[in-house]
């Protein structure tokens, strides 16, 4: 018996030695050569991008590298010409969260609303998802024009009430906060109902009716049962709530008034520096990025292994 359990491996093993000398199929190397491409092709800017990055001090934007060293990202600590990129990064940090946190809090409520029966559900449900499918530019246009018809209105409720000290201190209400989140959200907020929707159709009710059956409220039904269970995939809501919001330039770009987030600092430098800074930059933005997608991914497989009881 105690022997038993080390058999099946080594049962195994000739078993997977077997198929790996049968023969591929005709249309394996085909399927095969098409998925290396791909990958190339996704991820081989990126890799071109963050080896260039670490150029010594005489290398240029192209290959072949001159030197290996961290010079260029000195020099971005040190500032590229004018542009302040340190708070560029804060501001991008901070509406991401704010995007994450607002899309998680109201993608969860929706989704549960969504799961009862109710008139206008289906109206609801695609004027949601309904700027999916504009383009992104069109919607930040919209934005923008409709924050300045504010602009204009609240100008004139100051003017009318001749409270002519704020009418003078008054700039606009386009801001980070206000028309750049509300872009943000019309991006997100889709995701995560999509999201919310997926996960509750799966989700099985039954646990919800034992809890109440316990003598819980919905209340403590939703936090002690519910929400352990959904809990991976409101993670990974806000893990899209994020990375969606951190790279976002084409709906930012005409909401985001006087102020630039990283994205768009990015982009104008593409025009403007002609150094393996802008290089550094980019290896900086991939790394936030994809430690915030790995920080998730084990936020998840944390909630995961706790539902299960591991």
Same mark, same amino acid.
């Given at each position: 018996?105690?022997?038993? *359990?080390?058999?099946?491996? @080594?049962?195994?093993?000739?078993?997977?030695?077997?198929?790996?000398?049968?023969?591929?199929?005709?249309?394996?190397?085909?399927?095969?050569? #098409?998925?290396?491409?791909?990958?190339?092709?996704?991820? =081989?800017?990126?890799?071109?991008?963050?080896?260039?990055?670490? &150029?010594? *001090?005489?290398?240029?934007?192209?290959?072949?590298?001159?030197? !290996?060293?961290? $010079?260029?990202?000195?020099?971005?600590?040190?500032?590229?010409?004018?542009?302040?990129?340190?708070?560029?990064?804060?501001?991008?940090?901070?509406?991401? /969260? /704010?995007?994450?946190?607002?899309?998680?809090?109201?993608?969860?409520?929706?989704? %549960?609303?969504?799961?009862?029966?109710?008139?206008?559900?289906?109206?609801?449900?695609?004027?949601?998802?309904?700027?999916?499918?504009? *383009?992104?530019?069109? !919607?930040?246009?919209?934005?923008?024009?409709?924050?300045?018809?504010?602009? =204009?209105?609240?100008?004139?409720?100051?003017?009318?009430?001749?409270?002519?000290?704020?009418?003078?201190?008054? =700039?606009?209400?386009? =801001?980070?906060?206000?028309?750049?989140?509300?872009? $943000?959200?019309?991006?997100?907020?889709? #995701?995560? %109902?999509?999201?919310?929707? /997926?996960?509750?159709?799966?989700?099985?009710?039954?646990?919800?009716? @034992?809890?109440?059956?316990?003598? @819980?409220?919905?209340? &403590?039904?939703?936090? $002690?049962?519910?929400?352990?269970?959904?809990?991976?995939?409101?993670?990974?809501? /806000?893990?899209?709530?994020?990375?969606? +919001?951190?790279?976002?330039?084409?709906?930012? +770009?005409?909401?985001?008034?006087?102020?630039?987030?990283?994205?768009?600092?990015? &982009?104008?430098?593409?025009?403007?520096?002609?150094? *393996?800074?802008?290089?550094?930059?980019?290896?900086?933005?991939?790394?936030?990025? #994809?430690?915030?997608?790995?920080?998730? %991914?084990?936020?998840?497989?944390?909630?995961?292994?706790?539902?299960?009881?591991?």
């Amino acid at each position: 018996m105690g022997t038993a *359990p080390s058999s099946v491996p @080594a049962a195994a093993a000739p078993a997977r030695a077997r198929r790996w000398r049968e023969p591929r199929k005709p249309g394996f190397w085909p399927l095969a050569l #098409f998925f290396t491409l791909f990958v190339v092709f996704l991820y =081989g800017p990126m890799a071109v991008i963050v080896t260039l990055s670490f &150029q010594g *001090p005489e290398g240029g934007l192209t290959f072949p590298m001159r030197g !290996v060293s961290l $010079h260029w990202f000195g020099q971005l600590a040190e500032g590229l010409g004018v542009v302040d990129i340190g708070a560029a990064l804060w501001r991008s940090l901070g509406l991401g /969260a /704010a995007v994450m946190a607002l899309t998680v809090l109201c993608a969860v409520p929706a989704g %549960l609303a969504l799961r009862k029966p109710m008139r206008g559900a289906g109206a609801l449900f695609y004027t949601a998802v309904a700027s999916l499918i504009m *383009p992104s530019i069109i !919607v930040s246009l919209g934005i923008g024009l409709e924050f300045r018809l504010l602009d =204009g209105l609240i100008k004139a409720v100051l003017e009318r009430l001749g409270m002519t000290a704020e009418l003078e201190s008054y =700039g606009t209400a386009l =801001g980070l906060y206000t028309s750049a989140l509300g872009a $943000h959200l019309s991006w997100t907020l889709p #995701f995560g %109902l999509l999201i919310m929707l /997926a996960v509750f159709n799966r989700f099985d009710r039954a646990w919800e009716e @034992a809890a109440r059956d316990l003598g @819980a409220s919905p209340w &403590q039904g939703f936090w $002690h049962v519910v929400l352990p269970i959904i809990g991976p995939s409101v993670v990974g809501i /806000a893990m899209f709530g994020f990375t969606l +919001s951190w790279d976002e330039i084409a709906r930012t +770009s005409q909401a985001i008034g006087d102020v630039n987030t990283l994205p768009l600092e990015l &982009q104008g430098l593409t025009t403007t520096v002609t150094t *393996p800074a802008i290089y550094a930059l980019g290896t900086v933005t991939m790394a936030v990025s #994809f430690s915030v997608m790995g920080l998730t %991914l084990a936020a998840g497989r944390w909630m995961a292994r706790r539902r299960r009881g591991g």
